[in-house]
């Protein structure tokens, strides 16, 4: 089974750009997350979509935002963008993430390593 | 509260045994989580606990103590390969988010 696939894995942009990341799941899951890693702030959660809706949502600005399609991939955009923005965008997905279960477990992407100039 | 501390690094020998503590508050506490991620790659799954006691998986260990807010991974017969950084997860009962550590960098020597 494919794990999980992310798109671009490198990206730069300069600043007051807009940028697009995109995220495949593992095939069957149907809840993807995703978290910013820096190593000032380490892994922090962005969100988190269900069945194309948002479920959880951490404490970015509305900057942040994302969507999920009917077959469960999912996109976050990040508008405006500013030099603190530079990270690796990590994507995890997760069967249903209700359960507490070792099936929960979320599977993490390669990532996107995004540089703002 | 969201606090999660783990030491920020540790250095150890090949061929020996290190363990990595993990210290949580235990508001809504829905399961925790033991990632490995080596330099410029994604965190891969190690281990999870939800109930109190050990669970063993080959040459890692995990350790979790409900009412202490407390886990700990243990790594036996340490290889170079296992020289990455360690990040302990926990999964609040409100959802799926996961709040992560800080991570523990753990070196392993010749």
């Known amino acids: 089974k494919a794990g999980v696939t992310q798109t671009p894995r490198y990206l730069i942009k300069t600043r007051g750009q807009q940028v697009t990341l995109s995220c495949s799941p593992i095939s069957g899951h149907r809840s993807v997350s995703w978290y910013q890693q820096t190593p000032g702030q380490g892994l922090q959660f962005l969100f988190e979509y269900f069945s194309e809706t948002q479920r959880n949502k951490g404490n970015f600005p509305g900057r942040f935002s994302g969507r999920q399609f009917s077959n469960s991939r999912s996109e976050m955009n990040v508008s405006t963008l500013e030099l603190g923005d530079s990270a690796l965008y990590l994507c995890?997905?997760?069967?249903?993430?209700?359960?507490?279960?070792?099936?929960?477990?979320?599977?993490f992407g390669p990532g996107t390593r995004l540089l703002v100039l | 509260g969201q606090n999660i501390d783990q030491p920020t690094e540790m250095t150890a020998t090949e061929g020996a045994i290190v363990q990595i503590n993990c210290t949580y508050q235990?508001?809504?506490?829905?399961?925790l989580f033991w990632y490995q991620q080596h330099a410029g790659e994604a965190p891969t799954f190690l281990s999870y606990?939800?109930?109190?006691g050990l669970e063993e998986k080959g040459r890692f260990s995990s350790f979790l103590s409900r009412s202490k807010g407390y886990s700990y991974l243990l790594l036996k017969e340490l290889q170079m390969k296992d020289s990455a950084s360690y990040l302990c997860a926990v999964r609040r009962t409100a959802g799926n988010k996961l709040t992560f550590g800080g991570g523990t960098r753990v070196l392993v020597k010749p």
């Open positions: 606990n939800v109930l109190d």
């Open positions: 235990t508001s809504g506490f829905n399961g």
């Open positions: 995890a997905s997760s069967l249903r993430g209700r359960d507490s279960s070792s099936s929960e477990t979320q599977y």
